[in-house]
């Protein structure tokens, strides 16, 4: 069983950052597994917001409303990945969940079949 476990989230101000971590279990090779981050905003859908491929960490997606501001990234030898979160706006509100796969790679939620359990994000003046 794939275990994920996010961390980082937190109270950031407009403008602040974030660095949301992806921790997998150990015993898994995260290399395996292509990783996309989502979020939830409260009374909202989960929506994909970035995903990074397992074959070519170069190969990454975004959604238009994050582009420039969000980056995805992975660290195989640590078994984590990372969303880091700058410029930070309220509608980046959510909770915030990494998701991994070992075949598909995009931004539907429905493509993966392992989740954590999320972190809350909060931007607020």
């Known amino acids: 069983q794939v275990q994920l476990v996010e961390s980082g989230g937190g109270l950031a101000q407009p403008g602040g950052s974030l660095r949301l971590s992806c921790l997998a279990s150990s015993g898994l090779s995260l290399d395996f597994f292509s990783i996309g981050w989502f979020r939830q905003a409260p009374g909202g859908e989960r929506e994909g917001v970035a995903c990074?491929?397992?074959?070519?960490?170069?190969?990454?997606y975004y959604k238009e409303s994050v582009k420039g501001r969000f980056t995805v990234s992975r660290d195989d030898a640590k078994n984590t990945a990372y969303l880091h979160l700058d410029n930070l706006k309220p509608e980046d509100t959510g909770v915030y969940f990494c998701?991994?796969?070992?075949?598909?790679?995009?931004?539907?939620?429905?493509?993966?079949?392992?989740w954590g359990q999320g972190t809350q994000v909060v931007v607020s003046a």
């Open positions: 990074i491929s397992r074959k070519d960490p170069s190969t990454t």
């Open positions: 998701a991994a796969d070992p075949r598909r790679l995009g931004l539907s939620a429905q493509w993966y079949e392992y």
